[in-house]
Structures are given as structure tokens and as C-alpha cells.
């Protein structure tokens, strides 16, 4: 069966390709979301298998999404996506739960890998 994804970028061609990205690596993208907010919201909706999650997001960023979304369900897997110079940002999601993070822009094989490591497939 196939792993459940949820995308969660401010930018929609962002989104596009991590979900391409995944459909491309046999996983079904079940949701998707625009902001921190609605994350959250299609979070507990869907209970998707994994959550990538932007970190600089308007109405909630990334970091406090992912707090919530674990308040949710501490066994919930995130994995951030940033791009370069995020460094700060990431560690404070890592510290929030999130599994792992993607730069962006993302490479289909770097994002394949992260994920399969963080639901243990690798």
C-alpha cells in the first residue's frame, strides 16, 4: 500500500514539484496546503503517513505547524523543506519533532532518500 503524503508549501509550483517528486516514488499525495494553518487543519483530516512542511509560511510557519501537528499526534512524521541559508530555522524545527529536512530546491533522489530513511525503508 502505498505511503500517504501530505505537501505543505506557500508556493504552489513548490508544492507541484515535491508532488511530482512523490508520484514519481510510488506515493500517494493525499492533501496539500498553502499555509501553517491549513496544514494543520488537513493534518488532522487526512492523518497522512508523512508531512513535508515549508518552513517560512504566512499565518503560521512551518516550525509552529509542526508543534501543533505533533500536539496532534506525537508519532506524526515531518520533514521540513527550506532553502539554503535556513540553517538556524531547520534546527529549531528539528527541535520542534520534525524528522528531517529537504533543501530547496528539491532533487528527486534527495527527498526519495530523506523520506524512505525517516519512515525506516532505507
Same mark, same amino acid.
Given at each position: 500500500?502505498?505511503?500517504?503524503?501530505?505537501?505543505?508549501?506557500?508556493?504552489?509550483?513548490?508544492? +507541484?514539484?515535491?508532488?511530482? =517528486?512523490?508520484?514519481?516514488?510510488?506515493?500517494?499525495?493525499?492533501?496539500? $496546503?498553502?499555509?501553517?494553518?491549513?496544514?494543520?487543519?488537513?493534518?488532522?483530516?487526512?492523518?497522512? +503517513?508523512?508531512?513535508?512542511? +515549508?518552513?517560512?509560511?504566512?499565518?503560521?510557519?512551518?516550525?509552529? $505547524?509542526?508543534?501543533?501537528?505533533?500536539?496532534? +499526534?506525537?508519532?506524526?512524521?515531518?520533514?521540513?523543506?527550506?532553502?539554503?541559508?535556513?540553517?538556524?530555522?531547520?534546527?529549531?524545527? =528539528?527541535?520542534?519533532?520534525?524528522?528531517?529536512?529537504?533543501?530547496?530546491?528539491?532533487?528527486?533522489?534527495?527527498?526519495?532518500?530523506?523520506?524512505?530513511?525517516?519512515?525506516?525503508? $532505507?
Amino acid at each position: 500500500m502505498a505511503k500517504r503524503v501530505l505537501v505543505v508549501d506557500d508556493a504552489i509550483f513548490m508544492r +507541484d514539484i515535491i508532488k511530482d =517528486i512523490f508520484a514519481s516514488g510510488g506515493f500517494e499525495v493525499v492533501g496539500e $496546503a498553502s499555509n501553517g494553518v491549513e496544514a494543520v487543519e488537513r493534518f488532522k483530516e487526512l492523518k497522512p +503517513d508523512l508531512t513535508t512542511m +515549508d518552513l517560512v509560511m504566512p499565518f503560521k510557519n512551518g516550525i509552529e $505547524a509542526t508543534r501543533e501537528i505533533l500536539r496532534v +499526534d506525537p508519532k506524526a512524521v515531518v520533514v521540513m523543506c527550506s532553502a539554503l541559508g535556513q540553517e538556524a530555522l531547520v534546527m529549531e524545527a =528539528i527541535e520542534a519533532g520534525a524528522m528531517d529536512f529537504i533543501v530547496k530546491p528539491p532533487r528527486a533522489e534527495d527527498v526519495l532518500a530523506v523520506v524512505k530513511k525517516v519512515l525506516g525503508e $532505507a
